[in-house]
């Protein structure tokens, strides 16, 4: 799981041009949105095309939850997981 | 409109970027180039969640907007381009040939106010902004919006950038060989020198094929020309309070 956060830090920082940023500056359970980093809406659509395009996963953008898997790094290592069993079965 | 119209600003300021270096000396008066900064204009005024947002026409337009800004305030502004984010959309519509995903924030950056609504973000700014594209005036028409800007606020702020299309319109219309961006204080009365406009209908002529006259003009420090950026004639000239 660490690993997978690891990776996910450097898609958001590749995906949203986070010039000098690095893996070590994205706190796991920091949100991502808002207050936390500062990604807004576009970026979480941005996020959920480039999270598909690395991992194949399926989002089902009508769920409840689906602000809660993007809330953090930490919530979004536990959703790409979920999906990735989800489409092992 | 008549077929004649006649404009009159005082040029308070003036701020070019041109993606290659550019000699300040000998320039207009009242005015400055920034520096090239390797073919991308300098936005470290800006925090990085703002930057990383910028394509490089972007940063151009910002830059200049922002250097404008400084020296005249907060202001109604219009933003003008002929093709504005050529790279991007044709980037995207070469995507879509190819079956994939548009990228939402890539699409939601190359409409074209996206760069005009960013610098409005930039200086946290209520005043009006507009932003127009081609037709057959060329830049001038960015002039023309500003003198009725003029009428309801003491300055405007223009700001005309373009970027070298995308080498698949190359054929079809003229573009650029380098990316620039041009932004310029304008009141309509006050001490300064004054920038004269005048357009005649009618008139058929070559588009401009590189950077616009005017541009070169202000680099050069030539002080009157005449333009033909479509279907009409523009003639300008810059005297001395």
């Known amino acids: ?89 | 409109m008549g077929r004649e119209t006649q404009l009159c600003f005082t040029l308070e300021h003036w701020c070019l970027w041109r993606s290659e270096a550019t000699p300040s000396a000998g320039c207009w008066p009242a005015g400055e180039v920034l520096p090239c900064n390797g073919g991308a204009a300098d936005v470290g005024f800006l925090p990085m969640m703002q930057r990383r947002r910028l394509s490089p026409l972007g940063r151009a337009a910002s830059a200049v907007a922002w250097r404008c800004r400084q020296v005249g305030g907060d202001m109604p502004s219009v933003f003008f381009s002929r093709h504005g984010e050529s790279q991007y959309y044709f980037e995207m519509l070469e995507g879509l040939a190819a079956g994939e995903e548009v990228s939402p924030s890539r699409f939601s950056l190359s409409v074209h106010n996206a760069i005009a609504g960013l610098c409005s973000f930039h200086g946290d700014s209520f005043q009006p902004y507009v932003s127009l594209a081609g037709g057959t005036e060329g830049l001038f028409a960015a002039f023309l919006e500003a003198a009725g800007l003029l009428l309801e606020s003491p300055r405007t702020l223009v700001v005309c950038y373009e970027q070298p299309l995308p080498g698949a319109y190359r054929d079809y219309a003229a573009s650029p060989r380098i990316t620039w961006a041009l932004g310029m204080v304008l009141a309509g009365g006050g001490t300064g020198p004054k920038l004269r406009l005048a357009r005649v209908g009618g008139a058929v002529g070559d588009a401009d094929a590189d950077e616009p006259g005017l541009v070169q003009a202000i680099r050069q420090g030539r002080r009157s020309g005449c333009s033909r950026p479509g279907s009409s004639v523009w003639r300008w000239s810059l005297d001395d309070a």
Do not use: C, W
């Not at chain 1, 949203?16 to 949105?33: K, Q, R, W």
């Not at chain 1, 936390?36 to 959920?48: C, N, Y």
């Open chain 1, 1 to 89: 799981m660490e690993n997978l956060e690891a990776e996910l830090k450097n898609l958001i920082i590749h995906t949203f041009e986070l010039d000098g940023m690095e893996p070590s500056d994205i706190v796991s359970d920091a949100p991502l949105f808002g207050d936390g980093l500062g990604l807004d809406s576009i970026d979480a659509l941005e996020l959920g095309m480039a999270l598909k395009k690395k991992y194949h996963i399926h989002i089902d953008t009508d769920s409840t939850e689906l602000a809660n898997y993007f809330s953090s790094v930490k919530n979004l290592a536990g959703f790409v997981v979920s999906q990735q069993e989800k489409n092992a079965r």
